[in-house]
């Protein structure tokens, strides 16, 4: 475990992963989910300044029962633009962030993956896998077991 | 005494395109269910047409014309994005509004004690100058003025227990004190209406429920704000707006009724007529959309109604 102390975000994120422009239709934000396995996609400006982060939980949320329809409608919902239902102003981390901080950030929050931020851009995204991974590398390398049978 | 089952097949012809959830389908359910050897006592009668006059005493007669010029010959025109009309939503929506007017007659004339209208499309949405959520005329509304200006009825009291609440029938009675209007239903969703806050002039109840609201919340509201409030109004004539997709079984809603709950509900409100209207009670189907949650619900509510109390009293 002690190699992973050293790792920092940077080490374990997707470098400048894919992105959207907030008006996005739901409609390509689904394909996006339907042929990658994210759970969430940050939504960015023309400089890749973050402004939100759009999940599989808020595309849900877009489908629950409300006020406006008896029955939710697919292809009404689906032709929303991004910034309707995404997260505004989501927590985001920067790379040098220990990668144990970050463990610990996505424990209490219990959320998924966040976004990785550099002078307010989109650098990275980073999730649960990422530092599942990480954990894995860094014990594989360097862990010594703790109950070594030794030949006597 | 009898009950009595209003219906046309022209409810079964409204087409409300593929995979609508107020579909045919749950008509046929409902008298599918209501054929069975249990409700062989039910007698059966097919629904008049509404005539203007009925329709006109909810709606403008502008309005009714809108509707009946925007049914189209072929396929479907929508009203919005819930209310389809295909080449027999006319015909239906005269048969619906007609049954609730034929079935207050008859009842009132004491030929029966209570009757069941199983119809579509529904009405409780439909506001006097607003088609909307599935609703074209205002059914139960319609048969409440029936009432009043045909038979001279000085308060009709309507009890509607549909998830969700019936902004139009409300619209439709909320100025007048010759009528209370009580409805349970879902706070927050479709559609939108029906806070505490709204009590027209004394003689409009909403009572919204939490989702996951069940049997015990129902007891307590009916014995706590329903009961006592009906009682308080003596109604001449009690309809019931009884949808049933409350139930816990239904897609659109996340309250958790039962059949039994349905059962109960419709009990209790028997005894309160037969106590000041001499049990005269005329149901009217509005929405439900799991379709054998509908079906047990509808039939525990019609075996209930045929179970109806001895009338204490002719007023």
């Known amino acids: 475990m002690y190699e992973f102390l050293k790792y920092e975000v940077r080490d374990a994120m997707t470098a400048d992963p894919i992105a959207i422009g907030p008006n996005a239709r739901l409609r390509e934000v689904e394909e996006i989910f339907e042929n990658h396995d994210f759970n969430g996609v940050p939504v960015v400006d023309d400089q890749r300044h973050l402004l939100g982060i759009l999940t599989k939980f808020d595309l849900l949320k877009a489908f629950s029962l409300d006020a406006h329809a008896l029955a939710p409608h697919y292809d009404t919902i689906m032709e929303q633009p991004a910034e309707a239902v995404m997260t505004r102003d989501p927590v985001s981390v920067e790379p040098r962030l220990p990668l144990s901080r970050l463990l610990q950030k996505l424990v209490e929050m219990r959320t998924k993956s966040l976004p990785v931020v550099e002078n307010g851009l989109l650098i990275g995204i980073v999730a649960r896998q990422d530092v599942l991974k990480a954990l894995r590398r860094a014990t594989i390398q360097h862990e010594i077991p703790l109950h070594q049978d030794s030949p006597s | ?315």
Not at chain 2, 25 to 44: C, D, H, K, S, V
Not at chain 2, 104 to 129: K, M, Q, W, Y
Not at chain 2, 143 to 149: D, K, L, Q
Request: charged content about 20%.
């Open chain 2, 1 to 315: 005494m009898t009950t009595l089952l209003y219906t046309h097949p022209a409810c079964l012809e409204h087409d409300t395109g593929f995979g609508h959830p107020e579909s045919p389908a749950r008509l046929t359910a409902i008298l599918n269910a209501l054929r069975a050897a249990p409700f062989a006592a039910l007698e059966w009668r097919d629904a008049p047409q509404a005539t203007a006059e009925q329709l006109t005493r909810i709606h403008p007669p502008a309005y009714v014309e809108r509707i009946f010029a925007r049914v189209p010959r072929q396929g479907h025109f929508a009203l919005d994005g819930d209310t389809i009309l295909s080449p027999q939503s006319g015909e239906a929506a005269l048969r619906a509004a007609g049954a609730v007017c034929a079935a207050v007659d008859t009842v009132l004339r004491r030929e029966a004690s209570n009757a069941f209208c199983a119809i579509r499309p529904p009405g409780h949405h439909a506001e006097p100058n607003q088609a909307m959520g599935f609703c074209l005329f205002g059914n139960a509304a319609i048969g409440a003025a029936h009432a009043r200006a045909v038979h001279g009825l000085k308060r009709v009291a309507i009890i509607d227990f549909d998830v969700h609440h019936g902004n139009g029938t409300q619209a439709a009675v909320e100025r007048d004190p010759g009528y209370l209007y009580i409805s349970t239903h879902q706070a927050y969703i479709y559609p939108g209406t029906g806070h505490r806050g709204e009590r027209g002039i004394g003689n409009i109840i909403n009572i919204p429920l939490l989702a996951g609201s069940g049997s015990t919340d129902l007891r307590h509201v009916w014995r706590h704000e329903i009961e006592p409030a009906l009682r308080e109004f003596k109604p001449q004539l009690i309809l019931i707006s009884a949808g049933f997709d409350a139930h816990h079984m239904d897609p659109l809603a996340e309250l958790n009724f039962s059949e039994d709950d349905y059962a109960w509900l419709t009990r209790r409100i028997l005894e309160v007529a037969a106590d000041h209207c001499a049990g005269q009670v005329v149901s009217i189907l509005e929405g439900g959309y799991n379709l054998s949650a509908l079906a047990a619900s509808v039939a525990a509510h019609v075996k209930a109604l045929m179970e109806a109390p001895a009338r204490d009293h002719i007023p």
